[in-house]
């Protein structure tokens, strides 16, 4: 047998060759290349720093000083509270929060149960669920000024399509937008009719989601349709009616559109003028935008804090 071979080059030898060195990059050339390679994501990510910056950071801040601030013959002086003086003092002011409070009570009834109640159905489906899911979305892809112009049409006193129907079934026609008893509900049905498709596709989301394994145990133990809702969908489902039950809230706070394109934005006597449309007429019609700023800060710090509380008791039920 012969001797293994230390010829170079060898494979014997390459058990004894030094480990090849490598040099240390410098911290600067690592960076470098990740931001070469990272160029485009933090491109878009500039971007909508700087849109967020110029279009929603701005504003608010400018907000904040204008509520302070009032403008005579364009000199700007500092007022204190006088303009949030001026908002209190304002009879429109409580009636304009009297029917924020109720459209956003009806809209929760309305805007809140029904696409829950629409969910629960389509969610029954089988088939055709892609059909069912885009026709009730359709709405929600119309532009809003088309909607509510089309619900101003069928709110019509003399032709429109209610009062028609109402006629064929014997009743009485109703005034629907002119009717300060009537004029609230009527908004609140248009937007739920807008809005609501958003909110079915989210939570019939969450409803197939659900093991189909409880709603079998629930029908072992007998419960019906109703206990198998209360008892099994509802609590499933409850991590995500109570994030749209809080946007829901703040939504409905900052309705402006419907009533406007509706009833003129304030309505008859006054019965759909609401907090948002109030700061419009100060800042556009009385071209106070102190006032107008000092009532935006009004609602913003308070849909800030019920926000924050909304989300304390959540945590503190959850724990």
Same mark, same amino acid.
């Given at each position: 047998?012969?001797?293994? +071979?230390?010829? @170079?080059?060898?494979?014997?030898?390459?058990?004894?060759?030094? @480990?090849?060195?490598?040099?240390?990059?410098?911290?600067?050339?690592?960076?470098?290349?990740?931001?070469?390679?990272?160029?485009?994501?933090? /491109?878009?990510?500039? /971007?909508?720093?700087?849109?967020?910056?110029?279009?929603?950071?701005?504003?608010?801040?400018?907000?904040? =000083?204008?509520?302070?601030?009032?403008?005579?013959?364009?000199?700007?002086?500092?007022?204190?509270?006088?303009?949030?003086?001026? %908002?209190?003092?304002?009879? $429109?002011?409580?009636?304009?929060?009297?029917?924020?409070?109720?459209?956003?009570?009806?809209?929760?009834?309305?805007?809140?149960?029904?696409? =829950?109640? %629409?969910?629960?159905?389509?969610?029954?489906?089988?088939?055709?669920?892609?059909?069912?899911?885009?026709?009730?979305?359709?709405?929600?892809?119309?532009?809003?000024?088309?909607? %509510?112009? !089309?619900?101003?049409?069928?709110?019509?006193?003399?032709?429109? !399509?209610?009062?028609?129907?109402?006629?064929?079934?014997?009743?009485?026609?109703?005034?629907?937008?002119?009717?300060? $008893?009537?004029?609230?509900?009527?908004?609140?049905? #248009?937007?739920?009719?807008?809005?609501?498709?958003?909110?079915?596709?989210?939570?019939?989301?969450?409803?197939?989601?659900?093991?189909?394994?409880?709603?079998? #145990?629930?029908? !072992?133990?007998? #419960?019906?349709?109703?206990?198998?809702?209360?008892?099994?969908?509802?609590?499933?489902?409850? &991590?995500?009616?109570?994030?749209?039950?809080?946007?829901?809230?703040?939504?409905?706070?900052?309705?402006?559109?419907? @009533?406007?394109?509706?009833?003129?934005?304030?309505?008859?006597?006054? +019965?759909?003028?609401?907090?948002?449309?109030?700061?419009?007429?100060?800042?556009?019609?009385?071209?106070?935008?102190? $006032?107008?700023?000092?009532?935006?800060?009004? &609602?913003? %710090?308070? !849909?800030?804090?019920?926000?924050?509380?909304?989300?304390?008791? +959540?945590?503190?039920?959850?724990?």
């Amino acid at each position: 047998m012969s001797a293994p +071979s230390l010829t @170079p080059g060898k494979a014997g030898s390459s058990r004894h060759s030094p @480990p090849p060195t490598t040099r240390p990059v410098p911290a600067g050339g690592r960076f470098s290349r990740s931001l070469r390679r990272n160029l485009t994501a933090h /491109g878009f990510l500039i /971007g909508a720093v700087v849109c967020f910056a110029v279009f929603s950071w701005y504003p608010m801040v400018r907000e904040f =000083f204008l509520a302070f601030q009032k403008t005579e013959s364009g000199r700007t002086s500092w007022v204190g509270l006088d303009n949030l003086a001026t %908002v209190l003092n304002d009879p $429109a002011f409580w009636q304009a929060w009297r029917n924020t409070l109720l459209f956003t009570v009806l809209a929760l009834v309305l805007g809140f149960a029904v696409p =829950f109640a %629409v969910a629960l159905v389509i969610n029954e489906f089988h088939h055709a669920q892609g059909y069912l899911r885009l026709l009730v979305y359709l709405p929600v892809m119309l532009p809003p000024v088309a909607s %509510v112009l !089309l619900f101003k049409y069928l709110y019509d006193p003399g032709y429109g !399509l209610l009062n028609e129907l109402f006629t064929f079934l014997h009743l009485p026609a109703q005034q629907w937008l002119q009717d300060p $008893a009537l004029s609230m509900l009527s908004v609140v049905i #248009a937007s739920t009719w807008m809005n609501m498709g958003g909110a079915t596709l989210i939570y019939l989301a969450a409803l197939q989601g659900i093991p189909g394994e409880l709603y079998e #145990a629930a029908e !072992l133990d007998g #419960a019906g349709l109703l206990r198998k809702v209360w008892h099994v969908t509802i609590p499933q489902t409850r &991590l995500i009616l109570s994030l749209m039950l809080l946007m829901q809230v703040i939504a409905t706070m900052q309705v402006f559109v419907e @009533p406007f394109l509706l009833t003129g934005g304030a309505g008859p006597e006054g +019965s759909t003028t609401t907090v948002v449309h109030l700061i419009y007429q100060y800042a556009f019609n009385f071209n106070n935008y102190g $006032a107008a700023a000092a009532l935006g800060l009004l &609602l913003l %710090v308070l !849909l800030a804090g019920f926000s924050a509380a909304y989300v304390k008791l +959540s945590r503190a039920e959850d724990e």
